[in-house]
């Protein structure tokens, strides 16, 4: 990607975010996480479709409260009595060029900052979050927990270690140009790339893991694909306004998971991990493009 359309496309973003959280007033985390899985959808999609116009984007989202945790198999010689939570917003890219589809994924853990005391370059990571961080500089074995049907099952991510795929998200509610900056795991976080500048190089494959859909998956797959379709089967119910067993999730993660049959919905309505899920095809007549 030329330089100049970077440049652009990072403005733009950071312009859409400012956007969807205007009217917020002294949000929290699961505010902030709301408002980009429910208000930036529209503004990716069109600023992606305007700046490649032989291709075609998607952008959908899906909120959930109730997230799954992760519990170590043997976290009491580890040491943790508390279970991390697997993260706070999954982000997804399914790039599809003629026969041949390809996936990214970036799990981002989320850390609202005060703004008189820490820095989105100096933030040190307390006592009581030291779980959360194992999780995403070991990934040692654990079970699944509040993960509906997929209670009890374990997971052995590979490798054992720190990858772009897994991140915190710093939130900075003082920032002049942007809140939202993401940091690689450690004891203390520093900013890397403002959240506009990480999905530019997300839809590039320059940050995030890849996954696949097609089994045997590796264990980093198997988790991703865990998380989008027990967030997908989530549903909310409002008889009065005529929603019975309606699912959270846009279309545009239905059409991500592109199963060869439906998933049932859930009767436990709120688990799962909040989504941004992005996808782009090339339009009919064009060739790939470079």
């Excluded at 479709?49 to 909120?63: D, E, I, M, R, Y």
């Excluded at 927990?145 to 991140?167: D, F």
């Excluded at 450690?186 to 500048?197: D, F, G, T």
């Excluded at 989008?228 to 699912?247: D, E, W």
Aim: with cysteine.
């Amino acid at each position: 990607m030329e330089a100049y359309l970077r440049n652009k496309l990072q403005v733009e973003i950071m312009d859409a975010l400012k956007q969807c959280i205007k009217g917020l007033t002294n949000p929290d985390e699961p505010a902030y996480i709301a408002a980009l899985v429910t208000q930036l959808p529209s503004h990716l999609e069109a600023i992606f479709n305007h700046a490649f116009p032989t291709l075609n984007f998607k952008v959908g989202g899906c909120f959930l409260h109730q997230k799954p945790i992760a519990e170590f198999c043997e976290k009491r010689s580890l040491g943790y009595k508390k279970d991390p939570e697997i993260g706070d917003l999954l982000i997804v890219y399914k790039k599809i060029r003629g026969t041949e589809v390809t996936y990214n994924a970036l799990l981002l853990q989320a850390k609202k900052l005060n703004g008189n005391t820490d820095s989105i370059y100096h933030h040190k990571i307390g006592y009581n979050d030291k779980h959360q961080l194992f999780l995403y500089t070991h990934w040692p074995k654990f079970i699944y927990r509040r993960a509906n049907n997929l209670n009890g099952k374990k997971r052995s991510v590979i490798p054992k270690t720190i990858t772009a795929g897994a991140q915190y998200l710093l939130i900075d509610k003082n920032a002049v140009c942007t809140p939202f900056w993401c940091a690689m795991p450690n004891n203390i976080l520093v900013a890397s790339k403002c959240l506009a500048s990480q999905l530019v190089d997300f839809i590039e494959f320059q940050t995030g893991r890849t996954f696949v859909k097609c089994a045997p998956r590796d264990s980093w797959s198997q988790m991703i694909w865990d998380l989008l379709k027990i967030s997908f089967q989530s549903v909310f119910n409002k008889s009065k306004y005529g929603y019975v067993k309606a699912s959270r999730a846009s279309d545009e993660i239905s059409d991500f998971l592109d199963l060869p049959q439906k998933l049932t919905l859930s009767d436990n309505n709120n688990v799962g991990i909040p989504i941004l899920c992005i996808q782009s095809e090339e339009k009919e007549g064009n060739d790939e493009l470079k």
